[in-house]
């Protein structure tokens, strides 16, 4: 267990004020806050909070750092690009002179013999470089009788030292991300007990009733973040990172048995169950999915 000062009146005003108001968009990081806590107690994703703040490290952050919680209004305003311009191509079809464009203003003091020479019709074919399509240039005749031959019935050559390789289509990509987050987050029951309260907006997670020193669990696989008593209305609270998208946290606990940074297993025993900062013995128990707090009745293996 990490053992951390309790806040003076000044800190709570300040963890309130950034809790409650946030017209500012602002808040002071006091003494025994990481990241992943202000990310939890502000309700936003941690990886946007090191964003907006071009936090590098999690752990860097200090007591007295001003953070932003919002992007800030340059990153917001929409920004303008100058487009390149587009270069003029001009065809010439293969074994014909280059001919004279005339602008329509002009069009009528051209002479008789120089339009004749204009060329309209039929219009040229363009094609990529290449020593196949030059030599069709060069021996139109040949280049129609293998046009007739279909492109699927036609050798591929490709160069010993190249490799053909196929680019992932971005919306496949993003379902596969989704579905490894997912499937690597394995729940289970953080404790057993009577359900006391169901997920809200308000409540944002459940409380389990329970015995003191009842153990609590790890839900999941993961990395403990966060290990202390500095968020005001959590008491005894420990945070765990699973991967980019999912954190849990257990609250109200009366004793902690892991520290910030050790990795922790599936149901091990991460605390004991108390009421810390409460009226009544209960584990308080969320998950956030990218910062925001998600039923997790929705997560969790129905109880036998």
Do not use: C
């Amino acid at each position: 267990m990490v053992d951390r000062a309790k806040t003076d009146s000044s800190g709570l005003a300040s963890k309130a004020t950034g809790a409650n108001n946030l017209d500012n968009q602002f808040y002071i990081v006091q003494k025994g806050d990481t990241l992943y806590s202000i990310a939890l107690n502000h309700g936003v994703d941690f990886k946007k909070l090191a964003e907006w703040n071009n936090i590098v490290d999690p752990k860097s952050i200090r007591p007295g750092q001003k953070l932003s919680l919002s992007a800030s209004a340059d990153d917001a305003r929409p920004v303008l690009f100058a487009l390149p311009q587009q270069p003029i191509e001009t065809t010439i079809e293969p074994n014909e002179q280059p001919f004279l464009t005339v602008p329509e203003e002009s069009e009528n003091r051209v002479s008789s013999h120089v339009k004749a020479n204009l060329k309209t019709n039929p219009k040229a074919l363009k094609l990529p470089f290449s020593e196949q399509n030059a030599a069709q240039l060069r021996n139109p005749v040949n280049a129609a009788s293998a046009a007739q031959v279909p492109l699927s019935s036609r050798p591929v050559e490709v160069a010993k030292n190249n490799r053909i390789e196929v680019a992932p289509q971005p919306e496949l990509q993003k379902s596969a991300d989704k579905a490894v987050n997912q499937s690597d987050t394995e729940w289970i029951w953080p404790t057993t007990g009577k359900l006391l309260s169901s997920f809200s907006k308000n409540s944002k997670g459940v409380k389990i009733s329970g015995q003191a020193g009842q153990p609590v669990l790890a839900s999941a696989a993961g990395e403990v973040v966060y290990s202390g008593h500095g968020l005001r209305g959590y008491g005894n609270l420990i945070i765990i990172k699973h991967n980019n998208t999912f954190l849990s946290a257990y609250a109200h606990n009366s004793k902690i048995l892991v520290k910030e940074g050790e990795a922790v297993t599936k149901g091990q025993k991460i605390a004991e169950m108390g009421n810390t900062d409460t009226d009544t013995i209960q584990l308080h128990f969320e998950i956030r999915k990218h910062g925001k707090p998600v039923d997790p009745m929705e997560y969790l293996p129905n109880q036998s």
